[in-house]
C-alpha cells in the first residue's frame, strides 16, 4: 500500500472539487480556501464511508475515489449552500 501517491491523488481530486465549486459560485479567496477544506472533510467522509462497506466502486489502490468524489461534491454543495444563509436576518 502505498500512501503518498494515494495521499496526493486525494488532494488533487479534493482541490479541483474546491476549485470547480469556487468558479462556478465564485467568491474571495478565503470562500475557495473554504471550498478546498470542505471538500476534503468530504472526500474522507466518502474514504471512510467506502471502507467500511468495502466498495469497489472506483476503487484506486487504497483509495476510494468514487465514494471521496461523491461525498466531496455532496459536502461541497451543502457547504455553499449554508455560506448563503444570512444570520443578521434571522431572529
Given at each position: 500500500?502505498?500512501?503518498?501517491p494515494?495521499?496526493?491523488?486525494?488532494?488533487?481530486?479534493?482541490?479541483?472539487v474546491?476549485?470547480?465549486?469556487?468558479?462556478?459560485?465564485?467568491?474571495?479567496?478565503?470562500?475557495?480556501?473554504?471550498?478546498?477544506?470542505f471538500a476534503?472533510?468530504?472526500?474522507?467522509?466518502?474514504?471512510?464511508?467506502?471502507?467500511?462497506?468495502?466498495?469497489?466502486?472506483?476503487?484506486?489502490?487504497?483509495?476510494?475515489?468514487?465514494?471521496?468524489?461523491?461525498?466531496?461534491?455532496?459536502?461541497?454543495?451543502?457547504?455553499?449552500?449554508?455560506?448563503?444563509?444570512?444570520?443578521?436576518?434571522?431572529?
Amino acid at each position: 500500500m502505498n500512501f503518498l501517491p494515494g495521499l496526493l491523488l486525494i488532494i488533487f481530486v479534493s482541490i479541483a472539487v474546491g476549485l470547480g465549486f469556487h468558479l462556478w459560485k465564485g467568491g474571495s479567496i478565503f470562500r475557495m480556501l473554504f471550498l478546498i477544506f470542505f471538500a476534503l472533510i468530504g472526500f474522507g467522509i466518502g474514504q471512510w464511508i467506502g471502507n467500511q462497506v468495502n466498495s469497489t466502486f472506483l476503487l484506486v489502490g487504497w483509495v476510494q475515489l468514487g465514494f471521496g468524489t461523491i461525498f466531496s461534491l455532496i459536502i461541497s454543495f451543502v457547504s455553499v449552500w449554508l455560506s448563503k444563509i444570512n444570520l443578521e436576518n434571522i431572529g
